[in-house]
């Protein structure tokens, strides 16, 4: 059984293009959240999708966005990239416990 | 708002020996949960432990166990028994209740964790 399956791995992106991450659940999740994890932080709640609309949104500006499939899988889109949005993305999913399993994140580098 | 506080940025412990990662809360709901994460190079989060606030007895799952004090907002980690594949990030987490639909999780900075042999 698979688990949380995030992807790119690693990227590098130049101030002011756009990013999209994708995230593919656990098996039985339909439930996906979002974090920013900077360097040396603990993560920070972006958002999170059920039922293919966003239910839950932390302190983070419209330039970030997210979509949910019909599958369940999920993705990120963050617009206008800036210096401060280099960080480790994770993606979480949920069963509907409340209990959450992550990825190994996505690195974003952005120069 | 919560806020979740760890106040010790590095611990190290020898091998074999019992360690305790300290966290501290903020909080005026009465109903929520308390996590522990590792983090280990592999950067994939895996919950260590939680604690639902409206249990008194302290969680325990194998070697890792807590010390929760609701009055004191207090939620320490124990580690018995100390192993090198310990050694990592640990995070703080507190998350509200009120029911499944709630998955946003409020973390702490971290303690990171060496395992001398």
């Known amino acids: 059984d698979a688990g949380v399956t995030q992807s790119p791995t690693h990227l590098i992106k130049t101030r002011g293009q756009q990013v999209t991450l994708r995230c593919s659940p656990k098996s039985g999740h339909d439930t996906v959240s979002w974090y920013q994890q900077a360097l040396g932080q603990g993560p920070q709640f972006i958002f999170q999708?059920?039922?293919?609309?966003?239910?839950q949104r932390g302190n983070f500006p419209d330039r970030f966005s997210g979509h949910q499939f019909p599958n369940y899988s999920s993705e990120l889109n963050v617009n206008a990239l800036l210096l401060g949005d280099s960080a480790l993305y994770l993606c979480?999913?949920?069963?509907?416990?409340?209990?959450?399993?992550f990825g190994e994140g996505s690195r974003l580098t952005v120069l | 708002a919560q806020t979740v506080t760890q106040s010790q940025p590095e611990m190290s412990v020898q091998e074999a020996e019992t360690v305790t990662l300290s966290c501290t809360y903020d909080?005026?709901?009465?109903?929520?949960?308390l996590f522990w994460y590792k983090q280990p190079p592999s950067r994939q989060m895996i919950l260590v432990i939680r604690q639902e606030a409206y249990k008194q007895q302290n969680a325990t799952e194998n070697r890792f166990s807590v010390n929760f004090q609701k009055a004191a907002k207090s939620f320490s980690l124990k580690i018995s028994d100390s192993q090198l594949g310990d050694a990592a990030m640990y995070f703080c987490?507190?998350?509200?209740?009120?029911?499944?639909?709630?998955?946003?999780?409020?973390f702490g900075k971290g303690t990171l964790l060496t395992v001398n042999p």
């Open positions: 979480a999913s949920s069963p509907g416990t409340g209990e959450l399993f």
């Open positions: 999708y059920y039922e293919e609309e966003e239910r």
């Open positions: 909080t005026s709901e009465s109903d929520y949960y």
């Open positions: 987490a507190y998350r509200s209740g009120g029911g499944g639909s709630n998955y946003k999780l409020t």
